[in-house]
């Protein structure tokens, strides 16, 4: 089936760096979706982007949806830990069925 | 407004066994999609439920159902289960099919088949 490459799979970091992850695809989508979930909880959207090229903040972090259609970053910045989860980007395909496609995951990790 | 709620949080089969898990999503919210989460293997779709028709299914094997409720309250059943069948199982509701894909998830039901 499609998928998405999402990338790093895992970072460690100090508090208070500023942290990047992507998802690439070869397929061209009309959404892009940023989740994060906490231990023992459910995905929750952070960001959601529907226009190429739209560049998107809530708070500390910003997306933006690639303007080949084709991939889309995460960045969050001043890193605190709270922060600590798993981000999955996720995406619609244009002419596609509605289905969100998933990224594997990034799962963020602050060195102590 | 109530969360998605899933039911319940977890449980121990064994294998050849089979489970029911429970989800009710957000009042007024028609469409009800199952994931099932591995370590290591993200989210996988298994089903999409809008106003009680299955709407998209993902591939996984017929021991994996489901069914939505006029109420757009769904359940899934997993049948003669299996060692890999452990997972955590997510529900989660959005107001229509597809939509925007904003998603809202309940906390999920653990399943460890022993």
């Known amino acids: 089936g499609q998928q998405l490459n999402q990338s790093p799979q895992s970072m460690f970091i100090q508090e208070g760096e500023d942290v990047s992850m992507n998802c690439t695809s070869s397929s061209i989508f009309n959404t892009w979706l940023w989740y994060k979930q906490d231990p023992g909880e459910g995905p929750v959207l952070l960001i959601a982007l529907y226009k190429a090229g739209e560049l998107t903040s809530n708070g500390r972090l910003t997306a933006q949806f690639g303007i080949t259609r084709k991939d889309s970053f995460l960045n969050i910045s001043a890193s605190i830990p709270s922060d600590v989860g798993i981000y999955f980007c996720a995406g619609q395909l244009i002419g596609g069925n509605y289905q969100l496609i998933w990224g594997a995951g990034t799962k963020l990790i602050i060195k102590p | 407004k109530a969360g998605v709620t899933q039911t319940p949080r977890y449980l121990i089969k064994t294998r050849g066994q089979q489970v029911t898990l429970s989800c009710s999503p957000i009042s007024g919210h028609r469409s009800v999609s199952w994931y099932q989460q591995t370590p290591g293997q993200g989210l996988q779709f298994l089903f999409e439920y809008f106003s009680e028709t299955q709407r998209n299914k993902g591939n996984f094997p017929g021991r994996f159902s489901g069914r939505q409720f006029s109420n757009s309250r769904s359940e899934m059943n997993v049948s003669t289960l299996e060692l890999g069948d452990s997972a955590l199982y997510l529900c989660?509701?959005?107001?229509?099919?597809?939509?925007?894909?904003?998603?809202?998830f309940g906390e999920g039901s653990r399943l460890t088949v022993l």
């Open positions: 989660a509701s959005s107001f229509a099919q597809g939509n925007t894909g904003e998603l809202f």
